[in-house]
């Protein structure tokens, strides 16, 4: 995906989070999605600080809501392992 395309889903994902953070509460799981979207397309973007952090925002929320023992939460830890590869 272009660059260009990258940015305007990243604008979508960042006001959807906005919305979705005010409507749900900073800990739910839609706001966990939006997260790990953001994060997806960081990482496309090869921004790796803003990766690891919205992966990790991602993350902490599902081990609260979700478990620690989750294919949720397990599939945020694959996804940071490839980060650091």
Known sequence: ???KQLKKSLA????TLYIRTNFLGVKSLGVADCHYN?????????????????YTIALNIRKVEIGKISLP?????????VVFI
């Open 1 to 3: 995906m272009e660059q």
């Open 12 to 15: 979508c994902f960042i006001k």
């Open 38 to 54: 953001i994060a997806v397309l960081y990482q496309q973007l090869n921004i790796i600080d803003r990766t690891l952090k919205h």
């Open 73 to 81: 939460v397990s599939n945020i830890l694959e996804k940071l392992g």
